[in-house]
């Protein structure tokens, strides 16, 4: 009888891994419980952080204290299943009233350039306008976040444009150098068509 | 049939000798010629179909194109499964065969089909090359030495470096034995632009026909036959073939009333321009030209590999002195590498074997002829795998343990030694050569039931694995295969040339001296043998005890199917926004690859952007596919953040996913991207793919997926495959203002096709290249919307209007990508988990995506990926391996006819399934098929030490002992032999459980669970074994004193 339970285990190993395979594998679940805390941490609510900050102009994101510590890539929030925003990644933060927030190693990457305009009517370069199906405009960036304003074109100069933007004051700043990756950065953070997440 | 194979060998030494010796030139002359590669070829058998189709949005590719395709082809007979994908232009449909299926014959049957397909017009399908995912031997960049930095000359430089490419490599890298196509991806063709101002078009009331026929007419040649003068024959032609942008210009469109000549010069500018590409390459942040010779199905990869870096060193002598060609990826040094790894194990495996076979055997030419056979063994396996054609990779012969081939041989030549020394100390003298001889045959006949049949277990344990199918039958069947020949080879030998060696070299004066390492562990041994057999029923309870903790740790293994092969470099894929143009993604991409190439530990990086000429691969311009070369791991610099690969890796995607916006990034590699993209249509390890008709609904379920699988712990890389809509400027012709003035839809849409599209109208001729001429409006104003609005569309001779008042001119939206199989249309949600746990990953996936997601009728998710190979082959292998422990029941019994000593025997394969699993644990390491294949090849190991236990066991008792002296002696005189056996088989092991060379990390699972298992079966057996043989006497001894043996 001791034989035969023997042997009947021994068989029975063989196919045991299946049978528990899809059961508790507690012994490999290391630390879920933190690696949630983690995510909350430094997922969603990644605009309250970085509004603390204060970018109110380009030498703001200076102050980017963090990125550097970032070691995984896990502290990254990925929205709509892949997406790249969040401390540590190009895309600190996105807000639908804002626009969205870039690291100041982005900034430098894209080779963006900045001017003052003293109101809502200024002249720009032709490669200072933004192109995008039927609308023009032009990158405002105010309190370290670039947001895409619609342009009225009031001329064309021999160079650029004379253009009227509502919704960018004196002082505020404009993009006009990089427009182009800049534009897809704001297609990929912002246009939920393309990936159907929204902030 | 045995004994009188051991007694004509030992009879006709020098005939043994011969034929080894043939053997063995065989043998070499088999390994020269063996196929070698990396890893066995998983890819099934299928045929791409390629169609470009110009001006259809992916929706209208899926009906007009792909569908009829797919429809077509599910007729044919052997075809297991359809993919397609639609994107704007190009259609691409994969049939899938089943596996028996000959590839020149499915592509035989598509191309039949195709013949009677209804297309629209133009549209012509191809088929891709005949290639597997391991088809993509040879990478190599054709750069210039000095980057033009001027827009204008650096345009020329690329087009110039893709002519070199397309007329003056290409076709001789063709002719390489082996290579089945050279794709071409990067650079700009060279083309002739006529890029018309559409305001002068419109003063000189010229069509875009017009341009087009203007050149028909004058861009050609023609014969005039030949003319006979006095006493010789002239030929006859006429020149009009154009040469150059001058002679373009001078074309002639059209004389005005006023008789005004108009000159293509006087109404457009003709130069050099951009065409609009589908594929762009870059390496190390500059664009390049990129080639990649395919292998041709079933050839040598590294033989191949190696010929096109031959042909691209004698390519480079003839090459423009500006010119620089540089090998980018060669998968020989991939190929050789691995094999470095398997080649260094195997030799310090047998090196360990050996040392440890003189250590313990104590007689130094019985070591040598034990070890002897190790490479005898190899050679004739070689032979063997040669004439089955299986090829020699890191499955096939990493697999191979001389410490188990061997353990035939030792346990042959061990009993020699030990008989020999009885029958010379019976004699009192030296033996005579006859003397020797005899023993030796009575000796290697005495034992072959144990060693033969003990073999012929291991190798019986192993048939299950030839009934794996699929990517399991083609990973593992090799390796069983290859394990069979070497034990066979290895059995024929220890009944031949081993006896043989034995009468020839073994002294009459051998004596079975006790080496140092068997009087220790003798003296260990004796004392723990008799304490266990005083308490025999505790001995019984810690055997139960182990296997009931075997199986537990067992079931908390998680499960891979096999560890995945380090490639040496790795790759990235890059996904960008659907609508995302290739200059800013071209753009992108080289800012990426900046970044990577900063990296000291980074020797190139390389990208390929959007699709090749020949779309194998036909991805939007939104996606790059990178290969980051790195340089030797012995230069790398001393970085405390990097010390592996991983952690390089790490880096990078942490640099890249700081500082590049507006893309994300999935880490894989080379061969391992290409075989999930060809096996699953994913490139991916798992992949979640939704089924269904709406493709809005699916790509949102995609989007739910994703985002519950991107939240599981260690989900790694989790992304929708879909990328959503894009924009799309449409015209849709005004009907009705078409009908008042008089005409068809068909100029509006030319001017379209013309305009915007561009037309070939042309080709200018040097020598046999030839480059078209294009006409098409400047890139400037293709880019105003206000310019395309004002297309001139040709109403009637010499009267255009404006484009915007016979057509409406709308910005819609339109899908980027259709994806089908099966006939249904699906998106994928590509993972790439870290954990190496696939199986539980995919089993909690599952089960919180059926919580969370309520498809509706017509709708279903299907999980693809590794883990089905995992699941397919633990399902087979669940029914056949306790079949073949059956059979060898089966075998023992009627060995051993007695009931109770075979399950005794048998329960030496559970204690050593508890080392295995304790050793797995230990090194942190989940069940995977690789691991699995080291069980069954521990049964058959644990089931040879019961037999030769309990044979020497029966032959004591028939000698009249009593049962106690019986397991005493028995378990003292076999020590020596089963300790010969179990470290030899762990120290042939050893070096593969330790190795950190390239694809070590495959045959490091099973190497952990021979080396672990073999350890506690060894002991449990010599403790546990003679303590229930003894316990259990009563039931074992009728038969016994009958006399049996085995």
Same mark, same amino acid.
């Given at each position: 009888m001791k034989n035969v339970i023997l042997f009947l285990l021994f068989t029975g190993l063989l196919s045991f891994n299946s049978v528990y395979s899809?059961?508790?594998h507690s012994g490999h679940d290391h630390g879920s419980s933190d690696h949630k805390q983690h995510k909350e941490d430094d997922g969603h609510d990644h605009g309250k952080k970085h509004d603390?900050?204060?970018?109110?102009?380009? &030498?703001?994101?200076?102050?980017?204290?963090?990125h550097d510590d970032h070691k995984d890539g896990d502290d990254g929030h990925n929205h709509g299943?892949? &997406?790249?925003?969040?401390?540590? &990644?190009?895309?600190v933060d996105v807000n639908e009233k804002k626009g969205f927030k870039l690291s100041k190693e982005a900034i430098k990457t894209l080779k963006l350039k900045l001017n003052t305009v003293d109101g809502s009517t200024f002249k720009i370069e032709k490669k200072t306008l933004v192109a995008s199906k039927n609308k023009k405009g032009i990158y405002r960036f105010r309190a370290g976040y670039f947001k895409f304003m619609p342009a009225i074109i009031l001329k064309e100069l021999p160079k650029g444009y004379m253009v009227k933007v509502k919704g960018v004051d004196f002082g505020d700043q404009i993009v006009v150098n990089g427009v182009g990756l800049l534009r897809v950065t704001d297609v990929y953070s912002t246009d939920k068509s393309e990936y159907g997440h929204a902030h | 049939m045995i004994n009188k194979v051991i007694e004509f060998s030992v009879n006709n030494r020098m005939f043994v000798f011969m034929a080894t010796l043939l053997l063995i030139i065989f043998g070499a002359k088999s390994f020269q010629e063996l196929s070698i590669d990396a890893v066995p070829d998983i890819t099934n058998t299928q045929v791409q179909i390629n169609t470009q189709v110009k001006g259809l949005v992916p929706e209208e590719v899926e009906r007009m194109v792909t569908f009829p395709i797919e429809y077509s082809m599910n007729?044919?007979?052997?075809?297991?499964t359809i993919r397609s994908i639609s994107r704007y232009g190009i259609s691409q449909v994969t049939v899938i065969f089943k596996e028996d299926t000959d590839i020149f014959r499915a592509r035989q049957l598509a191309s039949e089909k195709l013949q009677n397909i209804e297309l629209p017009e133009g549209v012509v399908p191809e088929m891709g090359p005949i290639s597997t995912g391991l088809g993509e031997i040879f990478h190599y960049s054709i750069e210039a030495k000095n980057v033009e930095t001027e827009p204008e000359k650096r345009l020329l430089q690329l087009m110039e470096l893709r002519s070199l490419q397309d007329w003056f490599i290409k076709p001789r890298l063709l002719t390489v034995k082996g290579v089945t196509e050279v794709n071409t991806i990067g650079g700009y063709e060279k083309q002739f632009f006529i890029q018309p101002d559409i305001h002068k078009m419109t003063k000189y009331g010229l069509h875009f026909d017009d341009i087009e026929s203007a050149i028909e007419k004058t861009n050609l040649n023609v014969g005039g036959g030949y003319i006979q003068q006095t006493g010789e024959q002239l030929l006859v032609r006429g020149v009009g073939l154009l040469q150059n942008i001058k002679d373009i210009e001078s074309v002639v469109v059209k004389r005005t009333s006023s008789y005004q000549v108009i000159k293509i010069k006087d109404i457009a500018n003709v130069k050099y321009d951009k065409q609009i590409r589908t594929g762009a390459a870059t390496v190390n942040g500059e664009e390049s030209i990129i080639g990649t010779a395919f292998m041709l199905l079933g050839e040598n990869s590294r033989a191949v590999a190696q010929r096109v870096s031959g042909k691209l060193d004698s390519i480079k002598k003839d090459l423009p002195s500006w010119v620089k060609l540089k090998v980018l990826y060669d998968r020989s040094n991939m190929v050789d590498s691995t094999l470095g790894t398997v080649e260094h194990n195997l030799f310090m495996g047998a090196g360990l074997v050996i040392l440890f076979l003189l250590l313990l055997v104590g007689n130094f030419r019985a070591a040598i002829i034990t070890s002897i056979t190790i490479p005898i063994s190899l050679l004739m396996t070689f032979i063997l795998m040669k004439w089955q054609n299986v090829s020699g990779n890191l499955m096939s012969l990493g697999a191979l343990d001389f410490g188990i081939i061997v353990d035939g041989a030792v346990i042959v030549i061990e009993n020699c030694v030990h008989r020999l020394q009885q029958r010379g100390k019976l004699a009192g003298r030296e033996l005579t050569r006859e003397e020797v001889k005899q023993v030796v045959i009575d000796s290697a006949i005495e034992i072959r039931s144990a060693a033969g049949f003990g073999e012929l277990i291991v190798i019986v344990v192993f048939v299950p694995l030839f009934a794996l199918t699929g990517v399991e039958g083609k990973m593992f069947g090799p390796m069983a295969t290859t394990f069979i020949m070497a034990l066979a080879s290895a059995l024929v030998l220890s009944f031949t040339v081993v006896p043989a060696l034995a009468a020839t070299f073994?002294?009459?004066?051998t004596r079975d001296k006790k080496p140092f390492l068997m009087n220790i562990a003798e003296k260990a041994f004796r004392p723990t043998l008799e304490s266990a057999l005083r308490v025999k029923k505790l001995v019984l309870g810690i055997g139960i005890a182990s296997i009931v903790a075997g199986v537990f740790l067992f079931s908390r293994l998680g499960a891979e199917f096999i560890p995945q092969l380090d490639e040496g470099d790795f790759a990235l894929q890059f996904i960008r926004p659907a609508n995302i143009s290739m200059e800013n993604s071209v753009k992108l991409q080289r800012i990426s690859e900046k970044i990577v190439a900063e990296f000291p530990q980074v020797k190139d990086v390389f990208a390929r952007t959007g699709a090749a000429e020949v779309a194998t691969d036909p991805m939007g311009v939104n996606i790059s596919d990178s290969y980051v070369m790195l340089n030797n791991f012995d230069d790398w610099p001393d970085d405390p953040n990097i010390k592996n690969k991983k952690d390089l890796m790490r880096e990078v995607k942490n640099k890249l996913d700081l500082h590049v916006p507006g893309q994300v990034m999935m880490v894989s590699q080379p061969v391992e991207l290409r075989f999930n993209e060809l096996l699953e249509g994913t490139r991916a390890d798992v992949s979640a793919k939704i089924f269904g008709d709406d493709l809005d609904k699916i790509i949102a379920y995609s989007k739910e997926v994703a985002e519950i699988v991107g939240e599981i712990e260690g989900a790694g890389e989790v992304e929708s495959e879909s990328k959503g809509k894009s924009p799309l400027l449409q015209y849709t012709p005004k009907m009705q203002a078409l009908a008042e003035l008089g005409v068809t839809a068909r100029p509006v849409l030319d001017a379209i096709s013309t305009a915007i599209g561009g037309r070939e109208v042309g080709h200018v001729y040097d020598g046999v290249r030839k480059f078209p001429i294009v006409t098409r409006l400047s890139e400037k104003e293709r880019k105003d919307v206000m310019t395309v609005r004002k297309l001139p569309v040709g109403i009637s001779e010499g009267y255009t209007v404006p484009i915007e008042q016979v057509a409406d001119i709308d910005f819609v939206e339109t899908f980027s990508a259709v994806s089908r199989e099966n006939s249904q249309r699906r998106i994928a949600v590509l993972i790439n988990p870290e954990v190496r746990d696939i199986e539980s990953f995919v089993n909690k996936a599952k089960k919180l995506v059926d919580e969370k997601v309520k498809l509706p009728e017509g709708y279903y998710i299907e999980w693809g990926g590794s883990f089905k190979n995992l699941q397919s082959a633990k399902e087979r292998l669940g029914v056949l391996v306790p079949m073949a422990l059956l059979i060898i029941l089966a075998m023992l019994y009627a060995a051993f006819k007695n009931f109770a000593q075979v399950v005794l025997i048998f329960a030496c394969a559970p204690m050593a399934l508890i080392g295995g699993v304790v050793s797995l644990n230990i090194m942190g390491m989940p069940f995977s098929i690789s691991a699995g294949v080291g069980f069954i090849a521990l049964c058959g190991i644990s089931i040879l030490n019961g037999v030769v236990l309990v044979t020497y066991f029966n032959r004591l008792i028939k000698d009249g002992k009593s049962p106690e002296e019986v397991v005493k002696e028995g378990a003292m005189t076999r020590l020596r032999p089963v300790l010969m056996t179990a470290l030899t088989d762990i120290f042939g092991f050893l070096p593969m459980m330790f190795s950190t060379g390239l694809g070590a990390e495959v045959q490091k699972p099973l190497a952990t669970v021979v080396v672990g298992g073999i350890l506690s079966a060894t002991a449990l057996t010599l403790i546990v074994l003679p303590s229930l043989y003894k316990l259990f006497i009563k039931q074992m001894q009728p038969n016994l004193f009958k006399g049996d043996s085995a």
């Open positions: 899809e059961g508790d603390d900050l204060g970018h109110d102009d380009h &030498k703001g994101h200076d102050d980017h204290k963090g299943g892949g &997406k790249a925003i969040g401390k540590g &990644k190009a895309i | 007729g044919i007979p052997g075809v297991e073994l002294s009459g004066k």
